[in-house]
């Protein structure tokens, strides 16, 4: 990211107010548990020392973005999702070419909601994981609100709120020979892929790998492949201007609709869809 583009605006630090944004808050909607917010940076800025009176998600839409908090610094790139408790202090930094962020605030009602169902996990980012689809499926409702919108768009929230609960299990550490099976499914995502060639390459039995797979990933391979090879068509569609059938045969699918199938039941929408929501005025695909 190139910082030097940048303004700087040297302010001591505030709490922002729910709703309340550095940036133009383009469309929003308030309920009683949530306030959705499409907010835009027409240009790079270093944004004031702050932090926020609500917890919120939000989704990085175009641009770039770096924050730093709890004395480390991260960088974000779109379709990335990032949760932040109540009074977190942060100092962001909008990259050069400015930005458009989705927020799902929630409101005293909503934070109460989500402290009834468990305690919160600390601030985290995430790609590719539901909460992004979540965030992706809201964002569309609110540029396209109807009269059903409301519970709609309620229920996917509270769906966001659930991603943020703590889960006390902790990770269990992966073997070596598994680190070689992901980083081999990550570089060959469209390739098709049998678990016990898999298994000859990590030097152990096809059933052990499954089995190890599934209790660390907590899914099988194929749908952990399923998810990368979803994760690549979200950045061909929000990128490349090719037809659905090609993205679908780059990727390993059978066809364009198999591929159509796939995407809509992992993301929630169909590719055509998702590549609106980042192109709107592109016309509908068949």
Known sequence: MNERKVDCE????????????????????????????????????????????????????????????????????????WWHRPGVIHDDTVGHS?????????????????????????????????????????????????????????????????????HPERPEPQPAWLDRVVQKLHDEPNRRHYTAALAREAGVHPVYLASVFRRIHRQTIGEYLRILRIRRATNLLRHADMPLAQVA??????????????????????PSVFRRLWHPRQTAEP
């Open 249 to 270: 045969v780059m990727l390993g699918f059978a066809d364009q609709a198999h591929f159509t199938r796939i995407f809509s039941d992992v993301v929630g929408m169909t």
């Open 98 to 166: 400015g930005g458009r962020f989705f927020n799902v605030e929630l409101t005293r009602e909503g934070t109460d909601v989500l402290a009834e169902a468990g305690p919160a996990r600390r601030d985290f980012h995430e790609q590719g994981t539901k909460v992004v689809w979540l965030a992706c499926r809201l964002l569309r409702e609110l540029r396209h609100w109807r009269p059903c919108s409301t519970l709609i768009a309620e229920n996917l929230a509270l769906e966001m709120a659930g991603c943020a609960l703590h």
């Open 10 to 81: 040297c302010h001591r630090p505030r709490d922002l107010a729910l709703g309340e944004f550095y940036g133009d808050v383009v469309r929003t909607h308030a309920s009683p548990q949530f306030v959705l917010s499409e907010i835009h940076h027409p240009r790079g800025r270093v944004l004031p020392t702050h932090a926020h009176q609500a917890g919120y998600f939000s989704l990085l839409v175009e641009g770039h973005y770096a924050e730093t908090y709890d004395g480390r610094r991260h960088e974000y790139d779109p379709l990335t999702v």
